[in-house]
């Protein structure tokens, strides 16, 4: 793994241990929106950290959690409290600067989807209404910088970091993931 927690998909080389590899799942042709982190082990290394793994698996857990919480007539803050509990409960801290969007005609819309948040607060999720929620954290700091291709975010201090994505729908009979299997 590395720091980069939102990058181009990468494959991992020879000789170079483990690396983080995005897997992309688009709802059309123009908008990725589905992503996660796994680990890949090379020849070079045997296991993979079980501090790894168990970050990964936090962002998994609170997508879990997110795509529960999104329901017609809850709010956004609901959804984002949901996300942000499962990363406290693992002792990560979460960064307020990125984090879910919602999808139209172009792939970063409003709402922002913070992955902290408070419930009972924020817009009112309505059926028709489309979410990418997007858990991602750290193994330290929850500053992240932009790397020069102004795409891929790295942890400000080097740590691990992990990222999971679901495209959610809100519908009458609860959320609908598009970007499932």
């Known amino acids: 793994m590395s720091s980069a927690a939102h990058s181009r998909t990468t494959v991992p080389k020879p000789g170079l241990g483990m690396r983080p590899v995005s897997i992309l799942r688009r709802v059309s042709a123009e908008i990725p929106a589905a992503a996660a982190t796994t680990v890949v082990v090379t020849r070079d290394a045997t296991t993979a950290d079980p501090q790894d793994l168990a970050l990964i698996e936090s962002t998994r857990r609170a997508l879990d959690a997110g795509i529960a919480a999104a329901v017609a007539g809850a709010r956004l803050g609901d959804v984002s409290a949901a996300i942000g509990a499962v990363a406290a409960e693992g002792g990560y801290r979460v960064s307020t600067e990125f984090g879910g ?49 102004g795409w891929t975010l790295r942890s400000a201090d080097g740590s691990r970091t992990a990222h999971s994505e679901h495209t959610v729908a809100i519908t009458e009979d609860g959320p609908r993931v598009l970007t499932a299997g």
């Open 101 to 149: 969007h919602g999808l139209g005609r172009t792939m970063h819309e409003d709402p922002h989807v913070p992955n902290l948040g408070r419930p009972g607060r924020g817009m009112v999720l309505r059926p028709g209404t489309t979410l990418a929620l997007e858990p991602w954290w750290g193994r330290g700091t929850e500053r992240l910088v932009v790397d020069g291709d």
